[in-house]
């Protein structure tokens, strides 16, 4: 049988492109992986709603004109299946020692751990987050934003089985081995934690989610583009079907913030209130406050950049110099690809001051990506500020200094405002509150999360979307709730 890439296979019981039906070995391993998966999904999914029939997306191709149906699906009857990208011909790796050569079908040897060790960060990531969403269904402020949560999740998990299947198909007994091991781990769990910080955070409201999936989301997207540009061709495959899939999710966070801004400023023009600072004023209106919004930004966004390591790092010009891990935009890139002469600036703590500082580019691998990753973060921003802006309010949201709140790098044993202003102990511990969401912040955002279940209703604290689902108006019925 040979099968066309484009589209999916589904009758096998993992749907897939990648001719599992002829790949005994590899089916019967996924096969035995699945009942495990199920469990999770059942114990760490969505808790509630698994009985009801939501309007979700499901891959039948993987042509970028076309790929995805829309239908009502139970979510435990998700198809979850393995999707590569198609095989693009004689495509040579395009970066690293072996620029040049044919990209690699098989893991060569000598890269064995570290590959596989990049495949099992990643794919950590995915369960996780749905891990920390799974509270979300209960408070959805629409059924349109349950229906986005569930479908981030089920993609999320099909994430999973992506990168469970390159760790079966290409690393023996070891893969197998870690596959299970992505089952086991859990969201912050005293005992047996995700790998990264921002992934055993809790997601407490929704006001944390739309911004998870704005700059945590974002995070993955820089990391999928540069593991699709990978020698090793099967993870490139992967990762590009993936960054499909993850546009919705950064649309689902950039749009979802930016209906809780549009709801804030309607009301506070709709009040008469001409200061946005005035915090309890605001908060009277049932709306949540612009200063707020930018205290989670701050936490969500520094908490995304610790994912990106540390500045200066070996191991990031060991993945680069192996032809595994490549740069944001890579072949867009003119340069010899190799990083040979090159240096890159990279801000550094030097003698108590913020300086930037050149490094061989090689080793500021982390350090660029941050900056790709920061100004993509921008343009959403822009959009934010617009509605603001439109309102008639002169308030701004703000990235804030790269100094500011970090667990991981040059920064993580100093204070610094939001500004980039370096800070002693006892000015944090006083100033914390002003930019980071305190438990009083917490507790009022927790008081808006009542859930809206009603056909085409929306919570009071965020205006309905513009456009549908699908095409759908705002007020189809995204989710049919079982009773
Ligand atoms: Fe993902
Ligand atoms: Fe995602």
Redesign the pocket.
Known sequence: MNMNIMNVDYSTKIPNNVNLAEDRQVLKALEGWHPGYVDWWNDMGPEGFQQSLVYLRTAYSVDPRGWAKFDYVKMPDYRWGILLAPQEEDRKIPFGEHYGEPAWQEVPGEYRALMRRLIVIQGDT?PASVEQQRHLGKTAPSLYDMRNLFQVNV??GR?LWAMVYLLQKYFGRDGREEADELLRRRSGDADSPRMLGAFNEKTPDWLSFFMFTYFTDRD?KMQLHSLAQSGFDPLSRTCRF?LTE?AHHMFVGETGVGRVIQRTVEAMREAGIDDPTDIAKVRALGVIDLPTIQKKLNLHYTLSLDLFGSEVSTNAANAFNAGIKGRYHETQIQDDHQLKNSTYPVLKLVDGEIKRVDEPALTALNMRLRDDYSQDCVKGLLRWNKIITTAGYDFQLKLPHTAFHRAIGEFKDVHATPDGILIDEGTWAKRKGDWLPSADDGAYISSLMKPVTEIGEYASWIAPPKVGIDNKPGDFEYVKIET
């Open positions: 995915e993609e999320e994430h993955g993936m993850e």
